[in-house]
């Protein structure tokens, strides 16, 4: 069993900041990649952004300049540093690991969500 918690979002006015974290838990053997999406209302899940073990990330567009992703590999652990936020990054954000397990099976796994939601 592979586990997903997310934490660290709410309620933020336009350009102020939030951080989010990600713990992968359970029958973890190794990281392949993890990452953040983001699906808002009526609207398709969204890459947001994304590092691979290795340290190469990925940035969806919109939030170049704005957004950090980064991890702590011993805690298998992502974080993303969201600052100027705008009201159209509103979104539930997830969390998003493609690893292999302990009985070496690779498999994508998905958190349950956060909320974030920003004011005008």
């Known amino acids: 069993q592979v586990q997903l918690v997310e934490s660290g979002g709410g309620l933020v006015q336009a350009g102020g900041s939030l951080r989010l974290s990600c713990v992968a838990s359970?029958?973890?053997?190794?990281?392949?990649?993890m990452g953040w999406y983001r699906q808002a209302p009526g609207k398709q899940r969204e890459l947001v952004a994304a590092?691979?073990?290795?340290?190469?990330?990925n940035y969806a567009d919109s939030v170049k300049g704005r957004f950090t992703i980064s991890r702590d590999s011993a805690k298998n652990t992502v974080f993303l540093q969201m600052n100027s936020l705008k009201p159209e990054d509103s979104a539930v954000y997830y969390c998003?690991?493609?690893?292999?397990?302990?009985?070496?099976?690779?498999?994508?796994?998905w958190g349950q969500g956060t909320q974030v939601t920003v004011s005008s």
């Open positions: 359970g029958s973890i053997f190794s990281i392949n990649a």
């Open positions: 998003n690991a493609d690893l292999w397990t302990t009985v070496r099976r690779r498999g994508n796994y």
């Open positions: 590092m691979a073990s290795g340290g190469s990330t």
